[in-house]
């Protein structure tokens, strides 16, 4: 994650920051102190662990944003938590059951990412690779243009203009109401599962510098012209690293459970309670 890569240098520059506050009190400063709320220090692993709790809701701000969103929730955080037990609420029952429901929650989030590290190797990752994609099945792509109309018979006019002569690359410019018509139409190669299925089915079905009937999506009316069509080539391995990488992350975590339900005596009552 760019954030864990790159806060290195902010959090630095904050413990610089908090520094003199520590030596005014008379306390070392924790190596990988970021801020501090009272003298208690707001820590780098602290911000690491916050990330992760709330990364639904700072995952998309800009990195300085999300780093500083984050060590308010932090300073937020101690500052309730000190009035909390000022009133005496870290003794109370409800608040002992949180604290075992979130220890097993951080047991079971160590636990399986320690599992997840011994299974899910790169080792595992070449090996997948090589056996899914530059063994597996191969995919047959096409490389098409297309007009982009709002009716069947503007779609006929094109079709009847390119037999009289007309040149497609020159209609799609000067006609096509999508994004594509700027560039003649193009859209590059792609298999059958990247267009919606009208669009593919007839666009697979050409043959090489043929174009299509009028073909009707939810986009409109498009006239296809088939520019080539191959064998999809084998990607990298850097370029899907990272999708091999969350396939096998999924598929371990899953037999994770499965082995440990396996061996467990895991009984369900009354699963669906009824609402007074």
Known sequence: MQFRRTIGNQFLLLALLCAPAFAAHGQEVPANT????????????????????????VGQLPERQRFETLIGYMVDRILAAKAARDEGLDSSPEVAKRIDFMKQKALQDVYIGQQLMQRVTEARVEEYFQSNIVSGPKQEEVRARHILLDTREEAEAVIAAIKNG????ELAKSRSKGPSGAGGGDLGYFDKDAMVAP???????????????????????????????????????????DQIFQILISEARREIYDEMRQGADVKFVNIAPSVE
């Open 34 to 57: 970021v801020a501090s709320v009272n003298g208690i220090p707001i820590t780098y692993d602290d911000i690491s662990l916050a990330e992760d709790e709330l990364i639904g809701l």
């Open 166 to 169: 007309g040149d497609f690359v």
């Open 199 to 241: 669009f593919s089915e007839a666009a697979f079905k050409l043959k090489k510098g043929k174009i299509s009937a009028p073909v009707k999506t939810q986009f409109g009316w498009h006239v296809i012209q088939l520019e080539d069509r191959r064998t999809k080539p084998t990607p990298p391995l850097d370029e899907v690293r």
